[in-house]
């Protein structure tokens, strides 16, 4: 560890913790160039950050894939899409009873949110009247905050799922405007930006998600978190790619688990008031660093399973927050 | 006393799927450790490799095939 690494490390803290100021990209670019062995002394200062900026509590919410695959995009990390020969078999809409189900196991797991997530590109009529039945049952009959992720939105729509109690939005921005149409190219980075917009100007808190490991730089990466601060999300759940049979990304390596560390710590330390939370390909990627994720600025987790695959149980998770000593709690953004 | 058919079960080697779970070729025709990974539900029927129904929850799993019906976990 060299002076000035220790140096560049000090000033950081200084700024975000002393002076509650957030760090300019240059500075998060030195810092992503920080050596391996002083990852651990970024992912303690991120954990700093976090109780600084957020308090002890962590979020935990469950997920539920109510209309899966078939989905018209392209989206090359993503098994869903009709554009590739996927094992996953393209289901209708699930029943109401089954959505239910889910959510009432998600509460017992001592989530404070539910998430329903549609395979599409945006919601059509029928989908946004089904949306707006289910949103006020689960809110009501399970008690949880509702979340809903179901593509592109029109400002008419957005208006609706605000005032049919939608709680937060997710839409991912996924990776760095430059890279975006490596990654997709059946819609736009700007159409994902514009959906962002209307989720806040409309009222309902914004979730927008990334996934690491597609191919991007060091230099996108950065970009990205300037481009999250720009769009304002309460809430950026960070995914690492897990390759999916059939998807042009299915022989990506793995990011590797010190290098996972060091990017949860750094989107930290570039978005100190955002709920972090720990979403796909967690378990693939860090293996055995899953609870130093939790001291390197996370602050939230999507608990027990995903979309179309399994996650680890949801006690070893809990397990993990108990055993750290983090509270579960509900989180909302802290300006 | 345990039931001795039971004894004679745990015993015999477990009989194979004719079709693999997750890419649904005949058995034989994949290496199970490389066609999916740790955390992948199956995704094909093991009786006639079929794409089933997988409707994967936070606590667990259903899958179904159209023709032989729930699959256990």
């Known amino acids: ?335 | 006393m345990g039931n001795p058919l039971d004894v004679v079960a745990e015993a015999m080697p477990p009989v194979p799927d004719p079709f693999c779970r997750w890419c649904g070729r005949p058995a034989g025709g994949c290496d199970q450790s490389t066609c999916h990974g740790a955390l992948d539900a199956p995704m094909a029927c093991p009786t006639c490799g079929r794409r089933i129904r997988v409707v994967v929850i936070p606590t667990g799993y259903t899958a179904t095939c159209k023709e032989h019906g729930q699959l256990d976990p």
Not at chain 1, 108 to 115: I, K, Q, T, V
Not at chain 1, 154 to 172: C, F, I, M, P, S
Not at chain 1, 225 to 246: C, H, S, T
Request: net charge negative; proline share 5%.
């Open chain 1, 1 to 335: 560890m060299s002076a000035a690494h220790r140096t560049l490390l000090a000033e950081a803290a200084t700024q975000l913790l002393d002076e509650r100021l957030p760090l300019d990209l240059d500075t998060l670019r030195a810092l992503a160039a920080l050596p391996d062995d002083m990852v651990p002394s970024l992912a303690a200062l991120a954990h700093e950050v976090r109780l600084a900026w957020c308090g002890p509590e962590v979020e935990v919410e469950g997920i539920l894939s109510a209309k899966t695959g078939g989905c018209p995009e392209d989206c090359h990390f993503c098994s869903q899409s009709s554009k590739f020969e996927t094992p996953i078999l393209a289901t209708a809409f699930l029943d109401t009873d089954e959505v239910l189900r889910a959510a009432e196991e998600t509460a017992r797991l001592g989530a404070s949110e539910f998430c329903i997530v549609l395979a599409l590109r945006g919601p059509d009529e029928r989908t946004m009247k089904r949306l707006l039945e289910l949103v006020p049952l689960v809110r009501e009959k399970v008690g949880l905050n509702v979340a809903v992720s179901a593509g592109i939105l029109t400002d008419d729509q957005a208006q609706r799922l605000a005032e049919g109690g939608v709680h937060r939005y997710n839409h991912n921005l996924e990776t760095a405007r430059s890279f975006f149409p490596e990654i997709v190219t059946t819609h736009t980075w700007e159409e994902r930006y514009d959906t962002c917009q209307l989720v806040r100007d409309n009222g309902m808190e914004l979730c927008c998600g990334v996934l690491l490991g597609m191919g991007e730089t060091v230099e996108q990466r950065i970009e990205l978190i300037g481009q999250l601060r720009d769009v304002e999300p309460a809430e950026v759940p960070l995914n690492f790619l897990n390759p999916r049979p059939g998807t042009p990304l299915a022989d990506r390596a793995l990011i590797e688990p010190l290098e996972a560390i060091r990017w949860i710590a750094l989107f930290r330390l570039g978005l100190p008031s955002v709920i972090l939370r720990y979403a796909g390909g967690r378990e693939v990627t860090l293996r055995e660093l899953q609870i130093m994720g939790m001291t390197s600025g996370i602050n939230a987790l999507i608990v027990g399973n995903y979309l179309t695959t399994l996650g680890r149980s949801a006690d070893e998770d809990l397990q993990m927050l108990d055993d750290l000593r983090m509270p579960i709690g509900a989180l909302s953004k802290v300006i």
